[in-house]
């Protein structure tokens, strides 16, 4: 049974791969347009079934796998920064305060008539706002291409005060919940979940203790 991803990101391959299931990636032809009417929720759910329906389109008897991630702040969404200027605007909003990452995961299979669709959220705590510190984190780079403008898993660890809910979710691929939809659909990661979840092998994963700042 074909396991496909529908995704670029890299990040994504690599979690993915830390369950030890065979998959393929294909890029999505899926239009992610955030819309104002939808919140944050129906927002990440509607991309990530829409990224993995766009692929089974082209691989009918595969099973696709799509996910999407979107940063909620004042019922805001913050995607992905088209800038530096805009990263920097996200990163000085997030300081010193919390907000919600959502992470959605969709299956899809043509032949199967198969669509499922959940989400898993998670709380992050950044710490107050340094300019300088900030600065030299924007001029990494990192920013680019992530949702609110950091990386976790990266350089935008040290932004990070802590986390409350799934490491991977912030990330971008909620592996407790792939492994739950995946054995939905006939697909067991040969992997035990808990015990990967114990060993959290990537990035910055044993660094966060999963509880509020006090």
Not at 119 to 148: D, F, I, N, P
Not at 177 to 184: H, K, S
Request: net charge neutral; glycine share 8%.
């Amino acid at each position: 049974m074909q396991l496909i991803l529908a995704s670029t990101s890299p990040r994504r391959r690599e979690l993915l791969a830390l369950l030890n299931i065979p998959f393929d990636v294909r890029s999505p032809s899926f239009d992610e347009q955030l819309k104002s009417d939808h919140s944050a929720v129906e927002q990440v759910k509607s991309f990530a079934i829409g990224k993995a329906r766009s692929v089974a389109e082209q691989e009918p008897v595969a099973i696709v796998l799509g996910s999407d991630t979107v940063i909620e702040v004042d019922h805001d969404v913050l995607g992905k920064p088209g800038d530096v200027a805009e990263a920097r605007a996200m990163l000085r909003r997030l300081a010193g305060r919390h907000h919600h990452v959502h992470s959605a995961v969709g299956l899809v299979s043509k032949v199967r008539k198969l669509e499922l669709v959940a989400l898993s959220t998670a709380t992050v705590w950044m710490k107050g706002y340094e300019e300088q510190t900030h600065e030299r984190y924007l001029a990494t780079g990192e920013s680019l291409g992530k949702a609110g403008g950091y990386s976790i898993q990266g350089l935008g660890g040290d932004l990070i005060a802590a986390i409350q809910g799934d490491f991977p979710t912030v990330v971008g691929l909620p592996l407790r919940l792939v492994a739950t939809l995946l054995a939905q659909a006939g697909l067991r990661a040969p992997v035990e979940i808990e015990t990967l979840y114990t060993a959290k092998p990537y990035p910055n994963w044993g660094r966060f203790s999963n509880v509020s700042p006090s």
